[in-house]
């Protein structure tokens, strides 16, 4: 799966970059911009889009919940081809 420029959820458009020496694999900035750690692996890339993804449905999700739910969707979605 190619690591989208921009993505759109809900009624907002978010702009997705990937940047080298991030401290997170991953961030959610306050412009509406998911910022993804350039250093990961692909499959970690994926990962970490989803679970961007998942706090921006929904911001009262613990961590915890955010990164069960976003690893679940991610393993149905491979184990389906969804994304290759
Ligand atoms: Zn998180």
């Known amino acids: 799966m190619l690591i989208?420029?921009?993505?759109k959820i809900g009624a907002f458009n978010l702009e997705v970059r990937?940047?080298?020496?991030?401290?997170?694999?991953?961030s959610l900035?306050?412009?509406?911009t998911i910022l993804i750690n350039?250093?990961?692996s692909p499959k970690e890339k994926e990962l970490t889009?989803?679970?961007e993804i998942i706090?921006?449905?929904n911001p009262g999700f613990t961590e915890?919940?955010?990164?069960?739910?976003?690893?679940?969707?991610?393993?149905v979605f491979k184990d389906n081809n969804f994304i290759k």
């Not at 989208?4 to 993505?7: A, D, E, F, G």
């Not at 080298?20 to 991953?26: H, T, Y």
């Not at 900035?29 to 509406?32: D, H, R, V």
């Open 64 to 75: 915890k919940e955010v990164e069960w739910i976003s690893r679940a969707l991610y393993q």
């Open 38 to 40: 350039k250093d990961l």
């Open 49 to 51: 889009l989803f679970h």
């Open 29 to 32: 900035s306050g412009e509406g």
């Open 4 to 7: 989208p420029k921009s993505i």
């Open 18 to 26: 990937e940047v080298k020496g991030l401290a997170d694999d991953g």
């Open 55 to 57: 706090h921006c449905i």
